[in-house]
């Protein structure tokens, strides 16, 4: 029997897309994404995009927008078939091979835009079942979700991520650090050691910015959080 937290499981996740308990979901663009948009894609078109744990965000629609190609990772099909249907998209399913897993898995591409979202697990997925590395990575609750603090998925973690990514591509990063002891849940608070710990073997790291975040019950914010933002580039090994 594994000792994995509960909160790393499949089930644990598509339980909560099936109970609409989806309180980090928003309706409008993230405004960081916006901010540091031409920092991200260095002022480069046509780029490829990867969102990891895409959920239902809408920044794949805006980055979709902008003319770049993009590429989502959600092992809830819910909500895959959600972001479609409340976007007004159609796509095709097809059933793609992968070379880390056995059973070939779901692939959603969207027929109108250019979006293509794997139905499966981060962690499976490698360089050469998506066409080659991304340029840009947008990472808003990816990290924060996978429970980086339980053995090396931190550092795992990392080197997925830079095994994805171009050699001269950017990738920015939305975490949050809190006081409160909240255990394996999400989103999990990181500290600034922390990051360096889990990314400087393979990036630079710049830090853009920290907000303070008060409770806000309209988002389902019990504490107060700092939001941080930061700018990795993948360093050459
Ligand atoms: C906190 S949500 C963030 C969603 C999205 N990035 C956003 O900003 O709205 C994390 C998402 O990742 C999915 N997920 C969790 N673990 C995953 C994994 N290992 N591989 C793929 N998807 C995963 C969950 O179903 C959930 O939709």
Same mark, same amino acid.
């Given at each position: 029997m594994s000792d994995e937290p509960e909160t790393t499981t499949s089930d644990f996740w598509k339980g909560l897309w099936k109970n609409g308990d989806i309180g980090w979901h928003r309706n409008e663009v993230n405004a960081f994404l916006i901010k540091y948009f031409d920092e991200l894609t260095g002022g480069r078109s046509n780029l490829r995009f990867f969102v990891p744990l895409s959920g239902k965000s809408v920044d794949m629609l805006?980055? &979709?927008?902008?003319? @770049?190609?993009?590429?989502?990772?959600? =092992?809830?099909?819910? &909500?895959?078939? /959600?972001?479609?249907?409340?976007? *007004?998209? %159609?796509? %095709?399913?097809?059933?793609?091979?992968?070379?880390?897993?056995?059973?070939p898995v779901e692939v959603y591409k969207c027929t109108e835009k250019k979006i %293509?979202?794997?139905?499966?697990?981060l962690f499976a997925m490698?360089? *050469?079942?998506?066409?080659? +590395?991304?340029? &840009?990575?947008? /990472?808003?609750?990816? =990290?924060? &979700?996978?429970?980086?603090?339980?053995? /090396? +998925?931190?550092? +795992?973690? %990392?080197?997925?991520? @830079?095994?994805?990514l171009a050699s001269g591509g950017n990738y920015l990063l939305e975490s949050c650090y809190y006081e409160v002891d909240r255990g394996? *849940?999400?989103?999990?608070?990181?500290?600034?050691?922390?990051?360096?710990?889990m990314y400087e073997e393979h990036f630079t790291i710049k830090k853009l910015e920290v907000n303070k975040i008060q409770p806000n019950l309209d988002i389902k914010l019990s504490f107060a959080l700092d939001m941080k933002h930061y700018l990795f580039k993948p360093k050459v090994n």
């Open positions: 805006w980055l &979709a927008d902008k003319g @770049h190609t993009v590429v989502g990772v959600e =092992l809830a099909k819910q &909500a895959n078939e /959600d972001f479609f249907a409340e976007n *007004n998209l %159609t796509f %095709t399913v097809e059933s793609v091979e992968m070379s880390a897993v056995s059973e %293509t979202i794997f139905c499966c697990d490698t360089e *050469n079942d998506v066409g080659g +590395r991304f340029d &840009a990575i947008w /990472d808003r609750g990816s =990290l924060s &979700a996978i429970a980086p603090s339980f053995g /090396d +998925r931190g550092k +795992r973690y %990392t080197t997925k991520m @830079h095994s994805l394996m *849940n999400p989103p999990a608070s990181i500290p600034d050691e922390q990051i360096n710990e």
